[in-house]
């Protein structure tokens, strides 16, 4: 079995080969009856089928011994143009080393507490809009950082403070930016782009209070939250196409967070202001309150909720939910995600659930409120 398959990808591979147009090379090049096959072992054969590849494919301009890392190539001519599976990515961290963290925090356009098994990360930057600038992005960046190393964090909040949520990334860091070299320019954007994965990526439940409209860059980090409350007369706006800009860091989050890919074309390319109703219909809104004062009340009521579900199994689902979504099922995640329900099913966390249901007794988790 494992010979005929080892000839079927061979046969695939000379078949495309052969395809190509060839100048002074007939169809007696294959003749079973050649010298070069005829009476030879496997090997020998396999060899000499393999150099008479490499020359045809060196006429046409390919490499065999340079295949492409994507895509079709002319060793695998029907490989798809997909990405790895999720969990075969690897992210690397921030690039820079983080500078303190919520007992000794030194930010100001940033304040960052850590509660009850709550964090709260909070853009105090009001005056400014809070325009995403350096100093905002090293904030936030600490902060997520730290909050990876807190095991006991059950819930995350990001806020802000003004009459923006924020207006996107700082205008006044734009207009410097023309000054800038092409790699600060990349490692400014790299920086924002590791913010709203690894913001997405938190193991916690991450949610957004919006008291305001939330702009550009905002938007993504809006979207980058697993759950968003906003008041109701917060928008959501993107005029990076207005700029000839390309809002293309905050894009992959948008699109997961938007139900419709025709949203998300009419908030991007077309530049539409989404009041919050419209901003709800999307997805990129969860509850809608009426006033200010009104998120405490449903971020309080969310915490009660947020109580009452074991942290692991939280965590757990979360992953999952990040490594599958928009996969078609394969073998890989039939395997992926089976695994994961063993190995939760035989943990502390999953037989502790169980007794409690079978002595109608409350999780030992649920004992500790999350309290901002």
């Not at 009459?163 to 954007?189: C, R, V, W, Y």
């Not at 199994?313 to 078609?328: F, Y």
Request: with cysteine; net charge negative; aromatic share 8%.
């Amino acid at each position: 079995a494992g010979l005929c398959a080892y000839w079927a990808s061979s046969a695939q591979a000379r078949g495309q080969a052969l395809r190509f147009k060839m100048d002074g090379l007939s169809a007696s090049v294959i003749d079973p009856d050649d010298p070069a096959f005829k009476g030879k072992a496997w090997d020998a054969v396999e060899k000499a089928l393999n150099q008479r590849d490499a020359y045809i494919a060196s006429l046409e301009g390919f490499d065999i011994d340079n295949p492409e890392e994507r895509g079709p190539s002319f060793s695998d001519p029907s490989r798809p143009l997909y990405s790895t599976f999720p969990w075969e990515e690897k992210v690397e961290g921030f690039a820079k080393p983080a500078s303190c963290n919520h007992k000794n925090w030194k930010h100001t356009c940033v304040s960052y507490k850590v509660g009850k098994q709550c964090a709260t990360i909070t853009l105090t930057s009001g005056s400014n809009n809070n325009g995403l600038n350096p100093a905002m992005l090293d904030a936030l960046q600490d902060a997520i950082m730290d909050i990876q190393e807190q095991d006991d964090l059950r819930l995350v909040i990001l806020r802000s403070e003004g009459k923006f949520f924020s207006n996107g990334f700082d205008p006044k860091h734009l207009m410097a930016e023309s000054n800038m070299t092409d790699e600060a320019i990349l490692e400014f954007q790299m920086q924002f782009a590791k913010i709203l994965y690894f913001l997405q990526r938190l193991p916690q439940f991450t949610v957004a209070l919006m008291q305001g409209t939330a702009m550009g860059a905002a938007v993504g980090l809006v979207s980058a939250c697993d759950y968003v409350i906003s008041t109701k007369g917060a928008f959501l706006s993107m005029s990076e196409g207005k700029l000839g800009a390309v809002p293309s860091t905050a894009i992959p989050y948008i699109t997961r967070r938007c139900i419709f890919i025709k949203n998300v074309y009419n908030l991007i390319l077309a530049g539409s202001n989404l009041s919050a109703d419209v901003a709800k219909e999307y997805g990129f809104i969860d509850v809608i309150v009426e006033e200010a004062k009104d998120l405490e009340v449903e971020c309080n009521n969310l915490c009660d909720r947020m109580t009452l579900c074991a942290p692991g199994a939280v965590a757990a689902t979360k992953e999952v939910v990040m490594n599958t979504v928009g996969i078609p099922p394969s073998s890989f995640m039939l395997n992926y995600v089976a695994e994961i329900v063993a190995d939760i099913r035989k943990g502390p966390e999953c037989k502790a659930g169980m007794e409690a249901v079978l002595n109608r007794a409350r999780p030992k988790w649920a004992d500790t409120p999350i309290v901002q």
